[in-house]
Antibody, heavy 113, light 113 residues
Framework: EVQLVESGGGLIQPGGSLRLSCVAS????????MSWVRESPQKGLEWLSV???????YYADSVKGRFTVSRDNSKNTLYLQMNSLGVEDTARYYC????????WGQGTMVTVS | DIVMTQSPDSLAVSLGERATVNCRSS????????????LAWYQRKPGQPPKLLFY???TRESGVPDRFSVSESGTDFSLTISSLQAEDVAVYYC?????????FGQGTKVEIK
């Protein structure tokens, strides 16, 4: 089954770090545009970052310098390293395969408190 | 940043009636190289991640019912449900991916009257 499964969320204190993982099944992360998006009651859907197949990465200003996207092609996994977390980062985090045939994972909840 | 503004914030429509969600971008999102608007429409049902309905403004995703249609005029876009069904109750979002940061509209909640 074609799917994305995120993990790594949880409760973290302000200033802490977390690394989210997103494992892809039945397609390859390396040759797709992959994004991270978060959703919170306060801000709705907020795009965070995109990594293109060629490896270029772009970030939203709200996370630039604090969050880092990477991928491990051997594990077909996308990562989001989140540092210096603040309460405003509390949200459900989704990884997304972009483009026609777009696909979202179920998300993983991050609570900063 | 490109601001995506949706209207209305919510609407209640009787079963079988037409529902229209509007989306306006603050800047043109038409790519001159391919003549496509870099816009996506999503459907968000409670407890589920967003589901892609249309990409490139008008490319229908597989499995999306024909009662869903879109239109585009300059920086104005609309999503229409021709005959609202109970399973269409959701929040609908537009998103531009023309330039980073990719941005979402605030969402339009569609309910049954």
């Amino acid at each position: 089954e074609v799917q994305l499964v995120e993990s790594g969320g949880g409760l973290i204190q302000p200033g802490g770090s977390l690394r989210l993982s997103c494992v892809a099944s039945e397609f390859f992360v390396y040759n797709n545009y992959m994004s991270w998006v978060r959703e919170s009651p306060q801000k709705g859907l907020e795009w965070l970052s995109v990594i293109y197949g060629g490896g270029s990465i772009y970030y939203a200003d709200s996370v630039k310098g604090r969050f880092t996207v990477s991928r491990d092609n051997s594990k077909n996994t996308l990562y989001l390293q989140m540092n210096s977390l603040g309460v405003e980062d509390t949200a459900r985090y989704y990884c997304v395969r972009e483009g026609v045939g777009g696909l979202w994972g179920q998300g993983t909840m991050v609570t900063v408190s | 940043d490109i601001v995506m503004t949706q209207s209305p914030d919510s609407l209640a429509v009787s079963l079988g009636e037409r529902a229209t969600v509007n989306c306006r971008s603050s800047h043109a999102i038409l790519h001159s190289a391919n003549g496509k608007n870099y816009l996506a429409w999503y459907q968000r049902k409670p407890g589920q991640p967003p589901k892609l309905l249309f990409y490139w403004a008008s490319t229908r995703e597989s499995g999306v019912p024909d009662r869903f249609s879109v239109s585009e005029s300059g920086t104005d876009f609309s999503l229409t449900i021709s005959s609202l069904q109970a399973e269409d109750v959701a929040v609908y979002y537009c998103q531009q991916f023309y330039t980073t940061p990719w941005t979402f509209g605030q969402g339009t909640k569609v309910e049954i009257k």
